[in-house]
């Protein structure tokens, strides 16, 4: 039997283990055409939460009662498609199944001579590229700019963090635990950090950090993080709204301090995206992630955690802050 693991309710608030269901179905039968695909890594990611309610969005919501569905990296267990050979390892948009059949369309090889097959879920993958574009594309640094950025120990900030030290920017990190924060001084190279969770005024110490004013706020959390840098944000800044997971879980979003003015005094562009948005430039941004890692120009992290049955509560823990860079589950 092949165990998969299904959407069993739309969570309210923060997700719930019983928000999950564990079932079984045949082993799947390959048909011409078909390869049949052995699930390794999965990605966990905040955007899922999104998907899990019933709302039009830039992508699909999940249907009840069926597989939910994320980056994986498979391998090629059995193959009826010329294109893919037994062996072979691949990297799609999977459903959380043990084993799947798929006919190939969408799939992309990886190659694990190149870069650990994990990386492709992270930092040559999905959440790298979300750094890389969000950053340069809108963010635009300058040498000698002031970058802060939210949610700076996870899979994305950790990686926009390095790439603006490499565009020669002082770089704040916002995280929520000491440990973190000192990651992000010794591993990532980050000039300050800041632990949002232990800070009563984050105004005052984002202002203390940033004494000349913000010139790029990268930020993956929203809510009252955000308040707070926009307080500090310079002439002429960039906004990089690319998370908001502060707010994934509320069922009304909250109203916070109205930005507008804030951003007219400071001819601020504040821009969202959705790394969709720049498919036709992944490989380009793949080739140089890869690069400055090849020349540990940037370092990246990974939380593994081992076993199919994990997958739920690896996502749910992405709300409590308890992975360093990328979240992954090894099946
Ligand atoms: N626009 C796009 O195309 C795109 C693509 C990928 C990701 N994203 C977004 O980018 C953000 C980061 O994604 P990721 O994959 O790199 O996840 P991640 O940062 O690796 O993991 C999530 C982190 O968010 C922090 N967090 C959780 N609840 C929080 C809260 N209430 N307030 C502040 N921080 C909180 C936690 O760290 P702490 O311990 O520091 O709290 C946690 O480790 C997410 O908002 C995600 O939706 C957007």
């Given at each position: 039997?092949?165990?998969?693991?299904?959407?069993?309710?739309?969570?309210?608030?923060?997700?719930?283990?019983?928000?999950?269901?564990?079932?079984?179905?045949?082993?799947?039968?390959?048909?011409?055409?078909e390869?049949?695909?052995?699930?390794?890594?999965?990605?966990?990611?905040p955007?899922?939460?999104?998907?899990?309610?019933?709302?039009?969005?830039?992508?699909?919501?999940?249907?009840l009662?069926?597989p939910?569905?994320?980056?994986?990296?498979?391998?090629?267990?059995?193959?009826?498609?010329?294109?893919?050979?037994?062996?072979?390892?691949?990297?799609?948009?999977?459903?959380?199944?043990?084993?799947?059949?798929?006919?190939?369309?969408?799939?992309?090889?990886?190659?694990?001579?190149?870069?650990?097959?994990?990386?492709?879920?992270?930092?040559?993958?999905?959440t790298?590229?979300?750094?890389?574009?969000?950053?340069?594309?809108?963010?635009?640094?300058?040498?000698?700019?002031?970058?802060?950025?939210?949610?700076?120990?996870?899979?994305?900030?950790?990686?926009?963090?390095?790439?603006?030290?490499?565009?020669?920017?002082?770089?704040?990190?916002?995280?929520?635990?000491?440990?973190?924060?000192?990651?992000?001084?010794?591993?990532?190279?980050?000039?300050?950090?800041?632990?949002?969770?232990?800070?009563?005024?984050?105004?005052?110490?984002?202002?203390?950090?940033?004494?000349?004013?913000?010139?790029?706020?990268?930020?993956?959390?929203?809510?009252?993080i955000?308040?707070?840098?926009?307080?500090?944000?310079?002439?002429?800044?960039?906004?990089?709204?690319?998370?908001?997971?502060?707010?994934?879980?509320?069922?009304?979003?909250?109203?916070?301090?109205?930005?507008?003015?804030?951003l007219?005094?400071?001819?601020?562009?504040?821009?969202?995206?959705?790394?969709?948005?720049?498919?036709?430039r992944?490989?380009?941004?793949?080739?140089?992630?890869?690069?400055?890692?090849?020349?540990?120009?940037?370092?990246?992290?990974?939380?593994?955690?081992?076993?199919?049955?994990?997958?739920?509560?690896?996502?749910?823990?992405?709300?409590?802050?308890?992975?360093?860079?990328?979240?992954?589950?090894?099946?």
């Amino acid at each position: 039997m092949n165990r998969m693991i299904l959407l069993n309710n739309r969570p309210e608030g923060k997700p719930q283990q019983s928000d999950f269901k564990f079932a079984e179905e045949e082993k799947p039968k390959l048909k011409e055409g078909e390869v049949l695909l052995k699930t390794k890594y999965v990605s966990v990611d905040p955007y899922l939460r999104g998907r899990m309610r019933d709302q039009k969005s830039y992508i699909e919501p999940f249907e009840l009662h069926k597989p939910i569905v994320s980056g994986i990296i498979a391998e090629v267990v059995e193959s009826k498609n010329p294109d893919f050979k037994e062996g072979d390892f691949v990297n799609g948009m999977l459903a959380w199944k043990e084993f799947q059949i798929s006919t190939g369309k969408n799939l992309q090889k990886v190659d694990a001579d190149q870069a650990p097959l994990s990386t492709y879920l992270g930092a040559v993958g999905m959440t790298g590229l979300t750094a890389y574009f969000g950053l340069t594309d809108i963010g635009k640094p300058k040498e000698g700019d002031t970058i802060v950025v939210s949610g700076a120990a996870g899979a994305v900030g950790s990686i926009v963090g390095q790439i603006g030290k490499i565009k020669g920017c002082r770089v704040i990190g916002i995280a929520g635990t000491d440990e973190k924060i000192e990651m992000l001084k010794n591993d990532f190279g980050f000039d300050e950090g800041i632990n949002y969770k232990t800070t009563s005024d984050m105004r005052a110490a984002i202002k203390k950090a940033a004494p000349n004013g913000v010139n790029i706020y990268y930020d993956n959390v929203g809510g009252e993080i955000s308040d707070a840098v926009l307080a500090n944000i310079a002439r002429d800044a960039r906004v990089v709204v690319c998370g908001a997971i502060s707010l994934y879980n509320d069922e009304k979003t909250p109203t916070g301090p109205r930005v507008t003015p804030i951003l007219i005094k400071n001819s601020v562009l504040m821009q969202g995206f959705t790394i969709g948005n720049y498919q036709d430039r992944f490989g380009k941004g793949m080739l140089q992630l890869a690069k400055w890692l090849k020349e540990d120009k940037i370092t990246h992290k990974e939380t593994i955690i081992k076993g199919f049955d994990k997958i739920p509560q690896a996502f749910i823990d992405l709300f409590d802050g308890k992975n360093t860079g990328k979240m992954i589950v090894e099946v």
